[in-house]
Each structure stands twice: as C-alpha cells, then as structure tokens.
C-alpha cells in the first residue's frame, strides 16, 4: 500500500523555523520526483517547493524563496522541508506529493500554523 506519513508541524511564532518530514512506502521513493503544497482555508492548493529524483535540482514558489530549503534522502525514504523566517501567511496545510510518469500520490497534510 502506497503510503506518504508528513510530521513536523505544529505551532510557531512568526521568525520562527519548522521541519516537516515526509516518509514514503510502497512504492521506489528513487525513481519519484517529490514535492511540497499547502492549502489556507478558502484557498486552493499552491505549490511550495519540489526537487528531482536525485536531489540535484531544486525549485520553490517565489513566495518562500530564501526562506525555505527541500531535500531529501532516499536511503530514507524521506523528503524534508526546512522552513525558517516563517510569516503568518505561510500557516495552512502542508502535504507532501509524489510524482513519477503518469502516477501521483498524496500525503494527508499536517498543519502549520504561524502565530504570536
């Protein structure tokens, strides 16, 4: 059974740094391109970062350039989202997403939320 487990989340205040962790199963974590979205209330699901295969390549939103860093580790099986200078505006649900050739999956999203 494919399966993607984020941790990591909680409550921060704005400044603060978070890492959210990302392990997967069932399924060659190698051969998948993995990424982070997060969705607010009332808003549709943004991209926040990805990163290749490999780990070579690395791409983020414009909103969270500078601030956040994806790796992963696939002796691991685990993808990470180091996340520092955090703002209000980054709280919402973040989930973890898995993509090779026509096949996608999806974590259940853990929450982030930013806030004095």
């Known amino acids: 059974q494919v399966q993607l487990v984020e941790s990591g989340g909680g409550l921060v205040q704005p400044g603060g740094s978070l890492r959210l962790s990302c392990v997967a199963s069932?399924?060659?974590?190698?051969?998948?391109?993995m990424a982070w979205f997060r969705q607010a209330p009332g808003k549709e699901r943004e991209f926040v970062s990805g990163?290749?295969?490999?780990?070579?390549?690395?791409n983020y939103a414009d909103s969270v350039k500078g601030r956040f860093t994806m790796s992963r580790d696939n002796a691991k099986n685990t993808a990470y989202l180091q996340m520092s200078s955090l703002k209000p505006e980054d709280t919402a649900v973040y989930y973890c997403?898995?993509?090779?050739?026509?096949?996608?999956?999806w974590g259940q999203g853990i929450q982030v939320t930013v806030s004095s």
């Open positions: 997403n898995a993509r090779h050739s026509v096949y996608e999956y």
């Open positions: 990163i290749t295969w490999s780990g070579r390549q690395t």
């Open positions: 069932g399924f060659t974590f190698s051969n998948y391109g």
